[in-house]
């Protein structure tokens, strides 16, 4: 099993990025799956959902309006797209896969807003 997050790196204030999750070793498209963040210090918490069919998605309140998650089932793939990037969306952002009792973690991508 293997859940390789990507797409991460510097971005200013303001700025935009894509997270990309690629599954592999898996019925991707029976888990649920979710995006994570862990800012240095803090507690990994949750940045959004989304469900097995891509038809159902919840988000963080310090999220919504500016970000948007997805899955393309046909390419095993999760994203996370994030609009108006602040400061404190500086964390290392993870995805996890989940269905019942198993779960999944990738490794994690670094993103870093800074001016």
């Known amino acids: 099993v293997q859940l390789v997050e990507s797409g991460g790196g510097l971005v200013q204030p303001g700025g935009s990025l894509r997270l990309s999750c690629a599954a592999s070793?898996?019925?991707?498209?029976?888990?649920?799956m979710s995006w994570y963040r862990q800012a240095p210090g803090k507690e990994r918490e949750l940045v959004a959902g989304?469900?097995?069919?891509?038809?159902?998605?919840n988000y963080a309140d310090s999220m919504k309006g500016r970000t948007t998650i997805s899955r393309d089932n046909a390419k095993n793939t999760m994203y996370l797209q994030m609009n108006n990037l602040k400061p404190e969306d500086t964390a290392v952002y993870y995805c996890?896969?989940?269905?019942?009792?198993?779960?999944?973690w990738g490794q994690g991508t670094q993103v870093t807003v800074s001016s």
């Open positions: 996890k896969a989940r269905r019942g009792t198993d779960v999944y």
């Open positions: 070793g898996f019925t991707f498209s029976m888990y649920g």
């Open positions: 989304i469900s097995t069919s891509g038809d159902y998605a």
